[in-house]
């Protein structure tokens, strides 16, 4: 139980990881297509 | 056919290489090593040698490209260990194509969006111009976390199943499993993509082009602009003419240097191999 207890921290940190590299990536895509997006009809 | 295909790959980069060295060599040996340590690079006032000193921008190179890794090879490993060993299928079926998609998105969109959010953020909270080694940090290490990532992966995932079995067979836990036998038996492929990393981000042009300030000192802060070889390359050769140009080759030449010596480190750790 002690074991399981300790591991908890590192394996939530690397679950942490995961999903930090998965945010940067929604917001950098989120943001190129919500600011490029609206212009093309109006441009093409 | 095949055979004809590899030479003339080969030759291509022997050419450009040659060119390169053509054009920069007779210039660094003319200027010597004051275009390496001195301080001053005032390339349309060349009345003396001083004037070409790229120290600067060397430090900036470098204190960028250490930044970016610095932050990035934590979360890149941590990221890597994570898909390879823990994420849930369903998770793993949405981060791989993500952090692909991240690899592909080209580096003036990177450049565009640290303009945009980066940079305004860090004048904002932090004050100055926000083009500075800051925003050169944080848009670098996003732009090197896919290369970490995928190539960390694929080395954890080439661990021999009996290491992880054995280790959890003699009663370790799922994370000393990681830390003590996935992790150290895959250092050398972790070490390499580090490396590779490394290897993007001193070669860099365009992003940190746009979020760095290209201001030629020595920065002190890390708020503070700077400048990198590549930057100032690409800034410079479009109106560079006579020593001028040269000297922007020598750059490029320093530059050719850096990432050999850096690929080199890598070929070496991918050799590196622990046994048990």
Known sequence: ?44 | MLLLCGISSVCAIFLIITFIFAEGLPFLIQAGPSFLISSVWRPTDSFSAGLWGIFPIIVGSLIVTLGAVAIGTPLGVACAVFLAEIAPAPVRRVLVPSVNALAGVPSVVYGFFGLLVIVPWIRGQFGGFGTSVFAAWLILFIMILPTIISISTDSIRAVPREYKEGSLAMGATRWQTIRSVLVPAASSGIIASVILGMGRAIGETMAVLMVAGNSVTIPDSIFAPTSTLTAQIALEMGYATGAHREALFAMGIVLFAFIMILTGFANLASRRRITY
């Open chain 1, 1 to 44: 139980m002690e074991a399981k207890r300790r591991e908890l921290v590192p394996l939530a940190l690397l679950w942490g990881a995961g999903i930090a590299t998965l945010v940067i990536l929604i917001v950098i895509l989120a943001y190129i297509l919500a600011n490029g997006l609206p212009v093309i009809p109006g441009t093409f």
